[in-house]
């Protein structure tokens, strides 16, 4: 979503930066407790991405140009 009041730029992609961090001390604790490698752990988190004013459609003349 676009929030003009807001006055931000950058489309962004939003992370969970405490979740991740509670994820990440809590793999270290169980790796540290069992010293033992326990391989390979895929964890997915949400993500949100934030459209803002750096993103829009394309403009008439980038359109022809690349139509070429």
């Known amino acids: ?5 807001s006055g931000s730029f950058l489309t962004v992609i939003n992370q969970p930066a ?6 990440a001390t809590e793999l270290l604790i169980d790796r540290l407790s069992s010293m033992q490698a326990n391989g390979f752990q895929e964890i997915v988190l ?6 803002r ?3 829009g ?6 359109r022809l140009l690349l139509a070429l």
Request: glycine share 4%.
């Open 1 to 5: 979503t676009c929030d003009p009041a």
């Open 53 to 55: 004013r750096s993103s």
């Open 46 to 51: 949400p993500t949100e991405l934030l459209v």
């Open 18 to 23: 405490y979740q991740m961090g509670q994820q």
């Open 57 to 62: 459609p394309v403009r008439e003349r980038e």
